[in-house]
């Protein structure tokens, strides 16, 4: 990964955290929602952790991130999209079964 992509991701999520709290009002309640104690949000936020924020940074990104679906054609969530991509084959219904199937396949699949 180049460094000027490391800058964005890092730029990236702290924006997201930002927009957060602005829309919920309140770091305890983001840091809620991604698992983390508020102090610790906040030092990362500010860069003063003391330990790796690589999994702070993913986990932000993970759950506030949103992109283009190729598929649906519409903005979704990290998350949501890791929700199709890992739940079972719909084999009952044709229409889920190519969403299925397109995720199975899409650059944004987890490990892809």
């Not at 983001?30 to 906040?42: D, Q």
């Not at 003063?48 to 903005?75: A, D, M, W």
């Not at 998350?79 to 299925?100: F, G, K, V």
């Amino acid at each position: 990964m180049s460094d000027t992509v490391k800058l964005h991701l890092c730029k990236e999520w702290k924006q997201l955290v930002y927009a957060r709290i602005e829309e919920v009002g309140s770091m305890t309640k983001v840091a809620k929602e991604l698992g983390y104690a508020r102090p610790s949000l906040s030092l990362a936020l500010n860069g003063k952790y003391k330990g790796n924020t690589h999994s702070i940074e993913q986990k932000v990104l993970e759950t506030f991130g949103q992109f283009e679906c190729p598929f649906l054609k519409r903005t979704i969530s990290r998350l949501q999209c890791r929700t199709y991509q890992e739940r079972e084959a719909p084999t009952q219904n044709p229409a889920e079964m190519r969403h299925w199937r397109s995720c199975q396949n899409c650059q944004y699949k987890k490990g892809a």
